[in-house]
């Protein structure tokens, strides 16, 4: 079956951000057609193809996790922060603005701790290595959700 519009499309991708941030390796089930469960170029560039498709595909920030935000960098004494912070880890906080934002752990240095609220790969531009492994049809109920279920896909 090649990939339209209504299909849950099974892949196994690797995200390449460049020198100095690993890999990140996966498999995904997605609904395709435009729902936004993933990149619009991504979605293009998988059109009509069918299993045993292999890509790869350099996307700019903007096309897909945005360019970086600096008002979401900030810097916050450890003592404010629960035992056992660790560089890597996540905490929910406030921005500026009052919305709620996951801020990644990215330095502990001294009494001080770096939070960035960016996506890690925000502002990179990155290669996905992509190849389709399944094909088939949505369930009218995968359609009605907005995304596929299953294995590798969506989990209520
Ligand atoms: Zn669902």
């Known amino acids: ?7 849950v499309v099974t892949l196994s991708y690797t995200v390449s951000a460049g020198p100095g941030q690993p890999p990140e390796s996966g498999q995904q089930a997605y609904l395709h057609g435009g729902y936004g469960n993933t990149f619009a170029k991504l979605e293009a560039a998988l059109e009509g193809q069918a299993p045993g498709f292999a890509t790869t595909l350099v996307l700019q920030p903007e096309d897909a996790f945005g360019v970086r935000d600096e008002g979401l960098v900030r810097t916050i004494p450890k003592s404010e922060f629960p035992p056992g912070v660790k560089v890597g880890g996540q905490l929910r906080g406030m921005t500026d603005d009052g919305r709620e934002q996951v801020f ?8 001080q701790v770096l939070l960035d609220g960016n996506h890690p790969f925000a502002g990179k531009e990155l290669r996905f290595t992509l190849k389709v492994l399944e094909v088939r049809a949505a369930t009218p109920e995968e359609v009605t959700h ?7 896909g969506h989990h209520h």
Do not use: Y
């Not at 990644?104 to 009494?111: H, L, Q, R, T």
């Not at 907005?146 to 590798?152: F, L, T």
């Open 104 to 111: 990644n752990v990215v330095k502990i240095k001294g009494p």
């Open 1 to 7: 079956m090649n990939i339209t519009k209504d299909t």
């Open 146 to 152: 907005g995304h596929a279920h299953g294995a590798h």
